[in-house]
């Protein structure tokens, strides 16, 4: 059972470069979420969707875009990278289930990211 | 803006101490409280949780006291082991918030041997 997984695991930019983070689950949950996490800051979600088709803004949007063609898959894209987009980032999914008791997010083991 | 508050942000505590944990919100409308377990290299995975219905819940070592009227949280570990040394995550979220989680700063807990 992968649960979710991420990829790449790590990577290293130059200021000004392009790239797209892959999310993918296997649980056929319908929301999925992009969070960043930064020291002494907790995780903050950038964007979310809350199904195939559709995504919208969080908390921390600016620098970031994202897509969901596809129910299991949630890509994250910086256009332009920054060194303020250093950060770990954790993908995340959840069922839309009312009954949140029993239907925590499940997390990804991150990207780690840094932007020279 | 930090919604939810979270302290303190690193505890060390003994083998077989209580480790406390606090988080105080602003936000009424939340009406869930997870708290999150992460180890280094891993991604953040739940713990225990509690709707504001309820004033306390216990799973195993583990228990979430919540004050409503105060709007505040806390996670009790009781005979706490080296194996709980981790970072540890308040959480809330709102009705029809698309189960959008404000996280806590987080805690680094570190239980000596």
């Known amino acids: 059972n992968a649960g979710v997984t991420q990829t790449p695991k790590f990577r290293v930019l130059k200021t000004g470069q392009s790239m797209t983070l892959l999310c993918a689950q296997d649980m056929n949950h319908e929301y999925m979420y992009w969070y960043r996490q930064d020291p002494g800051m907790g995780l903050r979600l950038i964007h979310y969707s809350v199904g195939e088709g559709t995504t919208a803004k969080g908390e921390v949007p600016d620098g970031y875009n994202v897509s969901r063609l596809k129910k299991q898959n949630f890509l994250l894209g910086l256009e332009s990278a920054a060194p303020s987009q250093t950060s770990v980032y954790f993908c995340?999914?959840?069922?839309?289930?009312?009954?949140?008791?029993?239907?925590?997010?499940?997390f990804g083991d991150g990207t780690r990211l840094s932007i020279l | 803006q930090q919604q939810v508050k979270q302290s303190p942000q690193s505890l060390i505590v003994q083998k077989g101490g209580i480790s406390i944990i606090n988080c105080a919100y602003e936000?009424?409308?939340?009406?869930?409280f997870p708290w999150y377990q992460q180890f280094p290299g891993k991604g953040p995975a739940l713990l225990i949780a509690i709707r504001p219905d309820v004033s306390e819940k216990k799973e195993g070592r583990f228990t979430i006291s919540f004050n409503k009227s105060a709007k505040q949280f806390s996670l009790h570990i009781m005979d706490s082991q080296p194996g709980d040394s981790a970072t540890y995550f308040c959480?809330?979220?709102?009705?029809?918030?698309?189960?959008?989680?404000?996280f806590g700063s987080g805690t680094q807990l570190t239980v000596l041997p």
């Open positions: 995340a999914s959840s069922y839309s289930n009312s009954d949140r008791s029993n239907q925590p997010q499940h």
């Open positions: 959480a809330a979220y709102a009705s029809g918030s698309a189960r959008q989680l404000t």
């Open positions: 936000n009424t409308a939340f009406d869930y």
